[in-house]
T-cell receptor, first 112, second 113 residues
Framework: QKEVEQNSGPLSVPEGAIASLNCTYS??????FFWYRQYSGKSPELIMS????GDKEDGRFTAQLNKASQYVSLLIRDSQPSDSATYLC????????????FGKGTHLIIQP | NAGVMQNPRHLVRRRGQEARLRCSPM?????VYWYRQLPEEGLKFMVY????????ESGMPKERFSAEFPKEGPSILRIQQVVRGDSAAYFC???????????FGPGTRLTVT
């Protein structure tokens, strides 16, 4: 069974600090990787996508992918209280499968 | 707003009734995905459709659930003879190409009484 694992948290980070969120996946053939943010009672919002090994930066967000270690991470710099949410890691396993496999999410709290 | 649209946003059904959930993808997107989020659980993929075709229904329960995406109009997720365990948030997502980034709609919260 293809799995995506995340630490459920809560992860508490002071305002202005770097928040580091981690995710591991079981299917070595996975092709593409996504981070979504979900506020309580709302729908997932796409933050970042990453397809190849290395880092990808977009504003305050950096996604990191290491396929050999089957590991994806998301860094949030200069954390703001509005970043407090649940962050979902999602993996597209490829190979004809089209639905994303989601982790259960990490609950992030930014302390003012 | 050219985002993914879903309706209704909230739906209450009694056990045994039918629920119909509708999804209109973002403009220019022809790939639609349905997911379910049960309370305290993660998002689970249900079905992937393109216009007039079901491409992948590996996550759909075998009974009572069906989906369609007709040539004209929104995608429909249909749940027949609902049971309390069907109470969940149902999200639709769309993408411009297969395997591309998926953008989610606001969801339909189904409550079965």
């Amino acid at each position: 069974q293809k799995e995506v694992e995340q630490n459920s948290g809560p992860l508490s980070v002071p305002e202005g600090a770097i928040a580091s969120l981690n995710c591991t996946y079981s299917d070595r053939g996975s092709q593409s990787f996504f981070w979504y943010r979900q506020y309580s009672g709302k729908s997932p919002e796409l933050i970042m996508s990453i397809y190849s090994n290395g880092d990808k930066e977009d504003g305050r967000f950096t996604a990191q992918l290491n396929k050999a270690s089957q590991y994806v991470s998301l860094l949030i710099r200069d954390s703001q209280p509005s970043d407090s949410a649940t962050y979902l890691c999602a993996v597209n396993p490829g190979g004809g499968a089209d639905g994303l496999t989601f982790g259960k999410g990490t609950h992030l709290i930014i302390q003012p | 707003n050219a985002g993914v649209m879903q309706n209704p946003r909230h739906l209450v059904r009694r056990r045994g009734q039918e629920a119909r959930l509708r999804c209109s993808p973002m403009k220019g997107h022809s790939h639609v995905y349905w997911y379910r989020q049960l309370p305290e659980e993660g998002l689970k993929f249900m079905v992937y459709l393109q216009k007039e075709n079901i491409i992948d229904e590996s996550g759909m329960p075998k009974e009572r659930f069906s989906a369609e995406f007709p040539k004209e109009g929104p995608s429909i997720l249909r749940i027949q003879q609902v049971v309390r365990g069907d109470s969940a948030a149902y999200f639709c997502a769309s993408s411009p190409f297969r395997g591309d980034e998926q953008y989610f709609g606001p969801g339909t919260r189904l409550t079965v009484t």
